[in-house]
Structures are given as structure tokens and as C-alpha cells.
């Protein structure tokens, strides 16, 4: 694959065979094997009140947030389309008692998804949203999450900033927002501020939006992570 910011091919959205390997052959990526939830999903949790909710974790990855939800009393719908990342879920749900709590199902995003209109309390979007590349299809994946999200409901997206030290090093020399890992060979948008905000009050009301930061290892190094995470509203 080039990268996505070569003029002789650009790609829309992640290729499902990357994230097979991401999830079955090099876990570069350290919420690929994480156990622990979203840190902004545990510092939000209260505040929206995620319990006994109906809610949708679109991408869930290895099912860590899917059962953290869970054990709030949640009925959790964890979808991916990557079978490696669904096994991992799964098996995370069956171990952790929840499985009665955790339906897994094997989705494309960038599809109408099929669910009826304001079917979930709640929509989890975690680093899923930021590897839809091409604007249209961004678009069109918030727009079915705020179809399937009751008009009383929240939705949440967790998102990478330009100033996040791990991708900056991989940034081209033109200061392309779209990286390519070259370890996972995963590509991912990076968003300003006032970037991120612009695209989301097109849909949404924007209930609360905060800046995260903080230390992580990756392939054994420290980064300092910065994150921005939005809660939307209709």
C-alpha cells in the first residue's frame, strides 16, 4: 500500500486486512492490546450517566471499552469488521462475565448500518471516526451514528491531534494530517481544534469538548498522547 498522501494513490478508509494484522501480528498500536477502557470514557462515564443504557461501540477493537460498559449494567452492541478484532472482544466479554451484556457483530462503517432509527442511548466512537480519510465518507458515517442515537441521547468520539507527539514523527514534510504508520501500515487522519469542531457542529450540537493529555508507550518508547474528544448531541 503507498501512503495515503502519495499522489499515485490515495485511499478513502483503512483496508480490513490491515487491521486483521494490527490485531493478530504486530499490536502496534496500544489500545490493540490494552485491557483498560478509554481514559476519556472513564472520565465521562458519570457525567452522561452511562448505566443501564443501550448503547453502540462502533469499531470496539478488542472489546475493552465494550466491557467496561457492560459491567455499568449496559447492553452493549460491539461492532467491527475485523473478525481478529471480534474474536478478541468476544473472548474479553466471556472471560469478564458479560457476555449476556455484549452483543458482537461483525459490521462495515462505511456502510448503512442495520439499525433501526434511534435504537441506542448511546454512540462510542474510540479512534474508529479518524480512519475514514476521505471527508464524504466521514460524513456519511455520522450520519448514520446520529440516526441510530435517540434525540435524548449523547455520542462520543475520540480523535488525535495534530500535536500528538507519536504521529507527528511520521508526518510528511508538507504537514499532510493523514499519517501512514509504517509498523501496522495503518493510515490515520489527525485533526486541529477548530478543524475538528467545524466538521462536528454540521451534525451536531456540540455538548462538551476537552483536550487530552497524556503519557504512553509505544514500541517501548514514551510520546506524549494528545486527544480530543467530543460529546455530540442532536
Not at 56 to 82: H, I, M, P, Q, W
Request: with cysteine.
Amino acid at each position: 500500500m503507498a501512503r495515503a498522501d502519495s499522489p499515485e494513490k490515495q485511499i478513502t478508509m483503512v483496508p480490513k486486512e490491515a487491521w486483521e494484522q494490527e490485531y493478530s501480528v504486530f499490536h502496534a498500536i496500544p489500545s490493540s492490546v490494552r485491557n483498560e477502557p478509554a481514559k476519556a470514557l472513564v472520565l465521562f462515564a458519570d457525567l452522561l450517566k452511562l448505566r443501564n443504557k443501550r448503547i453502540l461501540d462502533a469499531g470496539c477493537g478488542n472489546g475493552r471499552n465494550a466491557v467496561y460498559l457492560a459491567k455499568r449494567s449496559c447492553e452493549v452492541t460491539a461492532v467491527d469488521f475485523s473478525e481478529a478484532a471480534l474474536t478478541e472482544t468476544q473472548t474479553r466479554a466471556n472471560a469478564t462475565g458479560v457476555k449476556s451484556r455484549v452483543s458482537v457483530e461483525k459490521l462495515d462503517l462505511s456502510a448503512v448500518v442495520p439499525y433501526a432509527s434511534n435504537s441506542f442511548d448511546f454512540v462510542l466512537d474510540a479512534y474508529t471516526f479518524c480512519h475514514f480519510l476521505d471527508n464524504a465518507l466521514a460524513t456519511a458515517f455520522w450520519t448514520e451514528m446520529r440516526r441510530v442515537v435517540r434525540p435524548d441521547g449523547y455520542l462520543m468520539s475520540i480523535a488525535f491531534s495534530t500535536d500528538d507527539s507519536y504521529y507527528a514523527q511520521l508526518r510528511s514534510k508538507d504537514k499532510n494530517k493523514i499519517v501512514f504508520d509504517p509498523t501496522n501500515r495503518i493510515t490515520k487522519r489527525l485533526y486541529e481544534e477548530t478543524e475538528l469542531k467545524d466538521f462536528f457542529s454540521r451534525l451536531f450540537r456540540i455538548e462538551y469538548f476537552a483536550k487530552f493529555e497524556f503519557q504512553d508507550l509505544v514500541h517501548g518508547k514514551s510520546f506524549n498522547r494528545v486527544v480530543f474528544t467530543s460529546i455530540l448531541r442532536h
